[in-house]
């Protein structure tokens, strides 16, 4: 009898591009006999849908195993290198380069369920975490890092922008908002090699020099689109589809991240094949 398929299954197309990047089992002891596609459709499973990983539906497999397969490819970093390869895919069919040039960093704050490190956030009233990510101008994601949401976002922004490393050599601009203002803007380029551009609204530098000009023109400031700024706003719109992302529901941040990876592998895999 045949499985019944998902709304958040891989078609065979997604899965062959998938497959092809997932570690093959270890040498050496008892082969493999879990299916690894059908543990791969678990996890997505979960991640669209915001059930717990009890409420697992059985034609994946014990979701004790699920769980193990997502925990092991966490630790060993699996979910974010398979994440890149589907990403730097995903760039080239848009006819871009590997690796980006610029990029946009923000975060969002969400509440927490569970225990482990929270924090709170005056600015947003969340008692929780914040999700700060890294993306490129498609939107897609680069870097995310979990954290207590009482950290600053100028000190958030030093955990992403420490992470990256090497991995992306070409990247030498990144576009931020006002919160990112100050001495981050130096340590960037001097600890990264990367240009922080801060972005204002259009209104911010005539209500700093002629402040009885907006009133005269009864211009009330508000909401408006900035430049390159919208787009990490769409990706956490595409996250936002994601029901297990709704808050963060796990105990350690780690996890949170990797969830956030499978999301947006979701995505990568739909537009690559």
Known sequence: MALPVYPSDLSDAE??????????AKPGGRPRSVNIRRIVNGLFYLVRSGCAWRYLPRDYGPWSTVYHYFRQFRRDGTWEQVHAQLR?????????????????????????HQGGPRGFDGGKKVLGRKRHVLVDTLGLLLKVVVHPASLHDRLGAKLVLGALGAEYPRLRLIWADQGYAGALR????EHVGVTLAVIYPWWRNLQRYFPDLLDE?????????????????RTFAW????????????????????????SSMRLLLHRVA
């Open 239 to 262: 996250l936002g589809r994601s029901r297990r992302l709704s808050r963060d529901y796990e105990r350690l941040p780690t996890s949170s991240e990797a969830l956030i990876y499978l």
């Open 217 to 233: 023109m009864g211009f009330q400031p508000g909401f408006h689109v900035l430049p390159r700024r919208w787009v990490v706003e």
């Open 15 to 24: 899965w062959a591009v998938l497959a092809s990047l997932l570690p093959s």
């Open 186 to 189: 130096q340590w960037t380029r």
């Open 88 to 112: 730097a895919l995903a760039r080239a069919r848009a006819g871009r380069e590997p690796t980006p040039s610029a990029a946009i960093i923000d975060s969002q704050s969400v509440k927490t």
